[in-house]
């Protein structure tokens, strides 16, 4: 259900990683978390089965051709390809010696999400979650979201 151009509204995603490297480990110390528009990394919250849940909001608005486009701290590139990323930081020094900041990243693609979903994840109890831990660097084919209470669990 599309809202009209100029008006905004928020979901909540909630994604979920173990936060081992998805390759062939790097034996270096990094920083893992949730990449933000700054490339700063935010671990999320370890949770009892070992793994990491990452939640946050997104503002959603509508595109003159009907699809949603997102917006927020955490998301990056241009609609309809918009993403988020979980990163694996290198330390400031090695980073500069290397010139290259990241160990590893994955995408985390919003393309899969419509409406619907966007109704739903915008009710105050209600998040749009995925299991992204299998998920590898490249990847980019839609990620199988489903709906859950959003709770400390």
Known sequence: ?????????????RLIHDGA???TP????LQFGLQDSNGDVHPG???ASGTRRFDLTLDVRTAATGQPVFSGAFVHGRPPAHFLY???????TRAARLNAPWGWRIKIPLSGIGWADIQ???RPDTCLAADVTSRRPHRTEAVEWRLETLRNA
């Open 45 to 47: 919250t370890p949770v």
């Open 86 to 92: 979980l990163s694996w930081k290198r330390e400031a």
């Open 120 to 122: 739903a994840a915008e």
């Open 26 to 29: 790097l034996d270096e110390p």
């Open 21 to 23: 490297q998805p390759g």
């Open 1 to 13: 259900m599309p809202t009209q151009p100029s008006q905004k509204r928020q979901m909540h995603l």
